[in-house]
């Protein structure tokens, strides 16, 4: 069984549109995130959950909007796609703040 | 604000070598320290975290590392690598403390190519 599992694995898309990717995790854990990988492979956090309440929102665009309909999803939400967009996105969950983290396979989305 | 450095950014080693990949962070209070792996095309894997206790901790792999307070420094190790260890690495940290900020900040990571 997957634990974190995240849907599309790949998302191809042109500028202006708008896009969803969707997170889900059965480790039954309290904290969810979402980071974004750019092409240098460097990781930077986007968003974090905790219990369905937003925790972390870093210095990312209003046009990323995460929503958590529950402890076990976290969805995140792309208005207006540009071209730096394009990374691989990856979502996370963790037993507490401080825990250990697992990460789903990634959302590899690129803007034509 | 905390900070993770890694100062190898691309390391290439012969099979059976050793291997150590630095991690130095900054921060001003106690700290849960982690060391993940993502092999080419996929996610990312923890090999080792160190919470509390003794400083040099086992993870998978035959991967350890050492945190060594006194210098910030969380180093990776394994005495002798595989092929099958090219990958890219990267140390992450969180603050311990309630009031901290709760999220990993990732370092940018060390490529390391493994040549048979």
């Known amino acids: 069984d997957t634990a974190v599992s995240q849907t599309p694995k790949y998302l191809v898309t042109q500028m202006g549109n708008d896009k969803s990717i969707k997170c889900e995790q059965n480790l039954g854990h309290d904290t969810m995130y979402w980071y974004k990988q750019d092409s240098k492979k460097f990781l930077k956090i986007m968003f974090s959950?905790?219990?369905?309440?937003?925790?972390i929102n870093e210095t990312v665009p209003n046009r990323f909007s995460p929503k958590s309909p529950d402890k076990a999803h976290l969805n995140l939400h792309i208005n207006s796609l540009e071209l730096g967009d394009s990374a691989v996105y990856f979502c996370?969950?963790?037993?507490?703040?401080?825990?250990?983290?697992?990460f789903g396979d990634g959302t590899r989305l690129s803007i034509l | 604000a905390q900070s993770v450095s890694q100062h190898n950014h691309h390391v290439i080693l012969s099979e059976a070598a050793s291997l150590e990949l630095g991690c130095n962070y900054s921060y001003g209070g106690t700290v849960n320290l982690f060391w993940y792996v993502q092999y080419p095309g996929q996610h990312l894997q923890l090999l080792l975290k160190y919470f509390s206790g003794d400083p040099l901790v086992k993870g998978i792999k035959g991967f350890e590392a050492e945190f060594i307070k006194s210098k910030f420094s969380f180093n990776l190790r394994k005495p002798s690598v595989q092929w099958s260890d090219t990958a890219e690495y990267f140390c992450?940290?969180?603050?311990?403390?309630?009031?901290?900020?709760?999220?990993?900040?990732f370092g940018s990571g060390t490529r390391l190519q493994v040549q048979p």
């Open positions: 959950y905790n219990n369905k309440e937003l925790i």
């Open positions: 992450a940290v969180i603050g311990s403390m309630d009031t901290g900020r709760r999220a990993l900040t």
């Open positions: 996370a969950s963790s037993p507490s703040l401080t825990g250990p983290q697992h």
